[in-house]
């Protein structure tokens, strides 16, 4: 599994897939290669994929903290902990002052798992920021 | 200090300069130096522990042998005393004393192959947990050093393409709209079909004169004549 097998691979799903989602994603080039997956008509929140060593992260970005409304903050966070069990396939994660959502998957992963991974973070980020926008200014 | 919190501290700490590595690059080969080191350390442990445990059966084998033979010279000299030789019994019993000698000489040396191959074996399995917990530990600095680097990277892309993430009630609001008009658009397809298929009907169904009919003028002609009388 490598970032250039799986952008074609997504990239060439059109309505073939297994989730109804058509994906348009392409490699950001960096010191670690990344790849930006765009899902059509939700742009607006990209999914970024990178493969380690031993794993396939999926990670999306909700929020900053410059987002959060400081009053609710305890509030938040326990609501994360209490939803990050029930949440399919996805947890919380915080990276520098950002929150995100994010999947790690096997390296031995099928297309079609990834494809799965994708499409549940996905809709997990929309469920999780509709649920969660009274914490946010 | 645990992994966990060097690993925070190490990114909290450089979590302002973006697109710097934090975690080290150079402590992470002596890392898994370190780790390369304990699996030959942990292969030669395993080797002399399979030498150890040779020598050990070895030396208990041998143990038994005189003890045997130990035994097989007793009921010699019983016999040899049975038969009043005393020279003979003399002879045998110092044979006996011998192979005393030499056992406990070979149970000195198996209790220290014992007492050896018992520290070996605890050795091998701390030493097999230690490199399990190593490789846990570098699998996570990987890990936050790779995240680190995507996210510099992440970043370094949208800040040329001079894009932004948006903010996440926007992004849901727009995404949310964008859903609802496609909803609407396939709404509004389903009805347009729907009216379609009705009009259709219709035109079929009057051509086939069964409901209601346009009016001809023979008809309001007769309407009006009816009237009239």
Known sequence: ?137 | MGIFNKILTAFRGGATEVGESIIDANSTRIFEQEIRDAEKHLMQAKRELTDVMAKEMQASREMERLTASITEHETYAEQALAQNNETLALEVAEKIAQLDEELTEQQAINQSFSHNSARLKELVKKTERQLADYKRQLSMVKTTASVQKATATITDSFSTSNSKLLNAKDSLERIKAKQQQFDDRLKAAETLEGENSEQSLQSKLSQAGIGEQKSNANAVLDRIKARKS
Request: net charge negative; with cysteine; charged share 20%.
């Open chain 1, 1 to 137: 599994m490598n970032i250039q097998t799986l952008a074609n691979h997504l990239n060439n799903l059109n309505d073939d897939g297994h989730t109804g989602f058509k994906f348009d994603c392409y490699p950001i080039s960096g010191e670690v290669e990344v790849l930006q997956v765009n899902i059509v008509n939700r742009e607006e929140i990209p999914i970024f994929v990178s493969i380690t060593d031993n794993q396939i992260l999926c990670i999306s970005y909700l929020w900053g903290e410059d987002e959060v409304k400081p009053t609710s903050r305890a509030a938040m966070f326990e609501t994360m902990l209490e939803l990050n069990i029930p949440m399919p396939l996805s947890a919380f994660a915080k990276i520098d002052d950002k929150y995100a959502l994010y999947g790690a998957l096997s390296l031995a992963s099928s297309m079609q798992e990834v494809e799965q991974e994708l499409a549940v973070l996905s809709d997990n980020c929309l469920e999780i920021i509709d649920e969660m926008s009274d914490y946010l200014v």
